[in-house]
């Protein structure tokens, strides 16, 4: 019998509480169901890894996207102005050494959070905007060659 493949989700996604909020957004059970058939889960939370507490306050990207805080030239922030990219790129880089690790060529991340968004981000402003983009983590794992995919992009 084969192994089913590893696939890197979002913690939050399974209904672990590791959001900002201390809350989840569990997928649908039919859709955990059809995963659990087919996949090996590996759970992360880049936030977590990053260190950053449960709960925490809010954080977007301000200054630029995903590519420019890896560059230093935007950085992730929260509401209060509290510089936390350090945090998102480390956890950035942990959740890429935990999908080699595990042998993870894809990731299911949370759509629009400014780690795991792959296709939109809140823009900067908290005022509940989102704007085309893509989180710290989900950017990273890319780049590194990890096909990444939110929830909502899924048959």
């Known amino acids: 019998m084969n192994e089913k493949p590893p ?3 979002s913690a939050c996604l399974l209904g672990q509480p590791v959001r900002y909020d201390a809350a989840s957004k569990p997928l649908p059970p039919e859709r955990l169901t059809r995963l659990t058939r087919d996949y090996r889960l590996v759970p992360v939370c880049p936030e977590c890894l990053g ?6 306050p ?15 030239r935007a950085k992730v922030a929260t509401k209060a102005g509290d510089d936390v990219t350090a945090a998102f790129r480390r956890g950035a880089r942990e959740a890429l050494a935990l999908a080699r690790a595990e042998g993870c060529a894809q990731a299911l991340l949370k759509a629009n959070s400014p780690s795991c968004g ?19 983590a ?8 990890v ?5 909502d992009q899924l048959p």
Do not use: K, M
């Open 58 to 72: 809010a954080a977007e990207i301000a200054g630029g996207d995903a590519a420019a805080v890896w560059q230093g």
């Open 147 to 151: 096909e990444v995919i939110n929830e």
């Open 51 to 56: 260190g950053l507490p449960t709960p925490r």
């Open 118 to 136: 792959g296709a939109r981000v809140y823009d900067g402003s908290f005022s509940g905007c989102l704007r085309p983009g893509e989180g710290v």
């Open 7 to 9: 696939l890197l989700i």
């Open 138 to 145: 989900a950017h990273w794992l890319r780049r590194h060659g």
